[in-house]
């Protein structure tokens, strides 16, 4: 993405996509909370405004952001981070990409997504890579008018807080530290 913010206008809506800074961090937090009731899972959310501004802003940030303004309004966001392939190289995850339900419908969603391959292309990514829940249609209907790939072969795999500490507690044959 160039260093000049992108607008594009829908019936008098100037749409403003551009990086996300400290001062976004509650904004975004506020839309990934509204993300979380949507998928039905507001308790999950256990991230907070000062991790994000730890996580995306101090001396190792982990993830970056762009978000989308309205009227000097954050009502859209996209948070992703560069992550490697063995096969491939460099890449983006794109870990979520939301708008407020109110402005839904308008494009944002659209121009974060195009905003975001721009982005990818000047970080020279060999690819971009996302997670839909499957009962999302909306969300799939989107991604595939970009023509995305939907890949079925792939079954994703996750540790929580609990499980990562129960595995960094063995050793390397398997079994408890000190057994």
Request: glycine share 6%.
């Given at each position: 993405m160039s260093t000049?913010?992108?607008?594009?206008?829908?019936?008098?809506?100037?749409?403003?996509?551009?990086?996300?800074?400290?001062?976004d961090?509650?904004?975004?937090?506020?839309l990934i909370c509204e993300l979380a009731l949507y998928e039905k899972a507001p308790e999950e959310v256990t991230n907070t405004?000062?991790?994000?501004?730890?996580?995306?802003?101090?001396?190792?940030?982990?993830?970056?952001?762009l978000v989308a303004e309205v009227d000097q309004r954050?009502?859209?966001?996209?948070?992703?981070?560069i992550k490697y392939s063995t096969w491939k190289g460099k890449g983006v995850y794109l870990d979520d990409i939301v708008v407020t339900d109110a402005y839904r419908g308008h494009g944002i969603g659209h121009q974060l997504f195009?905003?975001?391959?721009?982005?990818?292309?000047?970080?020279?990514?060999?690819?971009?890579?996302?997670?839909?829940?499957?009962w999302?249609?909306?969300a799939i209907r989107f991604y595939k008018r970009f023509?995305?790939?939907?890949?079925?072969?792939?079954?994703?795999?996750?540790?929580?807080?609990?499980g990562i500490r129960r595995v960094a507690?063995?050793?390397e044959l398997g079994k408890e530290e000190g057994v």
């Open positions: 000049a913010c992108e607008c594009l206008t829908f019936a008098a809506m100037q749409v403003t996509v551009r990086k996300g800074t400290k001062e961090m509650p904004a975004v937090h506020a405004v000062e991790d994000m501004l730890v996580d995306g802003f101090g001396d190792s940030p982990v993830f970056q952001c954050v009502v859209g966001m996209a948070i992703y981070f195009i905003s975001l391959a721009k982005e990818c292309a000047m970080l020279g990514a060999n690819q971009l890579h996302w997670q839909v829940l499957d999302n249609e909306p023509s995305a790939m939907l890949d079925s072969e792939w079954v994703n795999c996750k540790l929580d807080s609990n507690a063995l050793n």
